[in-house]
């Protein structure tokens, strides 16, 4: 688990520094410039004590109004409140909700980010990373959901956020408030490096706010991984 958890960690920390990567449709850029879009003017709602990271049930994303729990949700659930793939049908890496997943193995998009899903109607998406965890295979829209990752590219699309009312666009001491005080090493159970907090229990799963803007203090990106990896990672 160990191993998995630092692998998990390079991913991250790789993508965050990565100014773009471009092959096409099926690519996005990371450090992306400020959207034009209006945030949300959003009231963070901090409990009385640091949230325990060992409770599963914090692991969730709200979009506009529908709770989804990431310890027991599949990529249907999103297909459910709107959500759907945009790839090019004419791409030898197409793939779609009924896309076969191997038994026991991480959903392959074809490249090394997750599957886009696009809110319907408009050009936002959050990228989704599945997993099939059972000895047969699955279509893609059965898979469960190893992690959510979203930025601020979905302006105002859509209402997004996760535990306590925290999305794109928080601050640092509003990420404290919810999650406690961050430690200075980059392996402890918090950490902190490369304008990203990283806070994560083992076992469990991990919240990450990428790409902090130098003029106004605010996170531009997070992610939310569940602790869910095939046997064979």
């Known amino acids: 688990?160990?191993?998995?958890?630092?692998?998990?960690?390079?991913?991250?920390?790789?993508?965050?520094?990565?100014?773009?990567?471009?092959?096409?449709?099926?690519?996005?850029?990371?450090?992306?410039?400020?959207?034009?879009?209006?945030?949300?003017?959003?009231?963070?709602?901090?409990?009385?004590?640091?949230?325990?990271?060992?409770?599963?049930?914090?692991?969730?994303?709200?979009?506009?109004?529908?709770?989804?729990?990431?310890?027991?949700?599949?990529?249907?659930?999103?297909?459910?409140?709107?959500?759907?793939?945009?790839?090019?049908?004419?791409?030898?890496?197409?793939?779609?909700?009924?896309?076969?997943?191997?038994?026991?193995?991480?959903?392959?998009?074809?490249y090394n980010f997750g599957a886009r899903l696009y809110k319907e109607g408009t050009k936002a998406y959050i990228e989704v990373y599945a997993v099939n965890l059972t000895n047969r295979s699955l279509p893609l829209k059965d898979c469960e959901i190893s992690t959510v990752y979203f930025d601020e590219r979905i302006g105002s699309a859509f209402d997004i956020s996760i535990v306590c009312n925290l999305s794109y666009g928080c601050t640092e001491d509003e990420i404290k408030s919810v999650f406690g005080e961050i430690a200075n090493d980059i392996f402890s159970e918090t950490a902190y490096k490369n304008n990203q907090i990283r806070y994560f229990a083992e076992g469990h799963g991990e919240f990450w706010f990428l790409t902090k803007d130098s003029g106004t203090g605010v996170f531009r990106q997070i992610g939310v991984h569940t602790a869910k990896t095939p046997a064979l990672w």
């Open 1 to 110: 688990m160990k191993k998995i958890t630092i692998l998990i960690l390079t991913f991250f920390l790789t993508l965050s520094l990565l100014t773009s990567v471009s092959s096409g449709n099926n690519n996005f850029t990371t450090n992306a410039p400020a959207s034009t879009n209006q945030l949300i003017n959003r009231v963070v709602e901090a409990p009385d004590k640091p949230l325990d990271l060992t409770d599963d049930s914090i692991y969730f994303v709200i979009i506009n109004s529908v709770k989804i729990n990431l310890q027991e949700a599949t990529v249907q659930n999103f297909l459910n409140i709107g959500f759907v793939f945009n790839e090019d049908r004419d791409d030898e890496d197409y793939f779609d909700e009924n896309s076969e997943v191997a038994a026991n193995s991480a959903a392959d998009y074809g």
